[in-house]
């Protein structure tokens, strides 16, 4: 574990991000490249779900009680007009590509192939971007997990409810030596879908979300990053986030910061949520 802070240059390998949830999810059941991976192989007590229970989860969603916070939400971050940039994958066709575009073949086009690339698009309204760490140390225990995703959650339903839109994204950046960080992002919740407070739930709360499913991304990987990986018990903290971790193009994402067990305010639900609703009215997204 290093005990410095994080610093930007420290990064060594980087993943490819992950544009929508249901890439994350494809990339964690993609085969592993390694034996006695983590992500299928790790016990179900520490993970908080079996590898099948954590794919239902990630198809479903995950239904818990959400409290009802009493939450004024503040005047945003000022956007440029009535619309804003976000980024969308939308359908690309060429000679060449991931899928066949039947009609496309059939009709003879030599462009009939066609694959789904990062795109910015305008839509209406305010988008609030959350960038979420989703590494935490092996010790912390499925409380401290549940309280902090919970109190996230809730006060993300908050702005939504005011009218606005959220965009997240889970981090997933540790360290796998004193010096080389590796890093991995993935949009889990996208502005430009319906919200889904299920996938949320799952994301934020769930530790199966990192003990399985982050942790079969990185099985995945190519074969000498995935045994760093595993040779390094999935990396050590500090598991903080950076916005030049995200594509290009996001631009005022809010970084949240990383969960670690000795933070005494994930103790207690309502511990959880008092802390959470102090960072977000620091961050002027909540009415003090």
Avoid: K
Avoid at 35 to 53: K, P, Q
Avoid at 117 to 129: A, E, K, L, M
């Amino acid at each position: 574990m290093t005990d410095a802070a994080p610093r930007h240059g420290d990064t060594v390998h980087a993943l490819p991000p992950m544009w929508s949830w249901q890439e994350f999810v494809d990339r964690a059941r993609a085969p592993d490249t390694i034996e006695n991976g983590e992500g299928r192989g790790c016990a179900d007590d520490w993970a908080g779900a079996t590898w099948e229970e954590a794919l239902r989860l990630a198809e479903d969603g995950w239904t818990t009680v959400l409290p009802e916070v009493d939450a004024e939400v503040a005047e945003l971050r000022a956007r440029v007009g009535a619309e804003v940039l976000t980024t969308a994958l939308v359908p690309a066709w060429d000679v060449t590509g991931g899928e066949v575009d039947i009609g496309a073949y059939l009709s003879g086009e030599p462009e009939c192939m066609v694959d789904a690339v990062p795109q910015r698009i305008s839509t209406r309204g305010r988008v609030v971007t959350f960038f979420v760490p989703a590494g935490y140390v092996h010790t912390t225990p499925h409380s401290a997990v549940h309280h902090r995703g919970v109190a996230l959650a809730a006060l993300c339903s908050s702005i939504i409810a005011a009218g606005h839109s959220v965009e997240i994204w889970s981090g997933f950046c540790p360290y796998v030596s004193a010096t080389d960080r590796y890093a991995s992002i993935a949009r889990v919740v996208s502005a430009a879908e319906p919200f889904d407070m299920g996938r949320l739930m799952f994301v934020m709360a769930h530790p199966a979300m990192l003990r399985r499913l982050w942790c079969a991304v990185w099985d995945s990987a190519p074969t000498p990053n995935a045994l760093t990986m595993w040779s390094e018990n999935y990396g050590h903290a500090s598991y903080e986030c950076f916005p030049e971790d995200l594509p290009e193009g996001i631009e005022d994402p809010y970084i949240l910061p990383f969960l670690s067990p000795a933070d005494p305010q994930w103790r207690t639900a309502e511990s959880a949520i008092a802390w959470c609703r102090d960072m977000f009215t620091s961050l002027g997204l909540l009415c003090s």
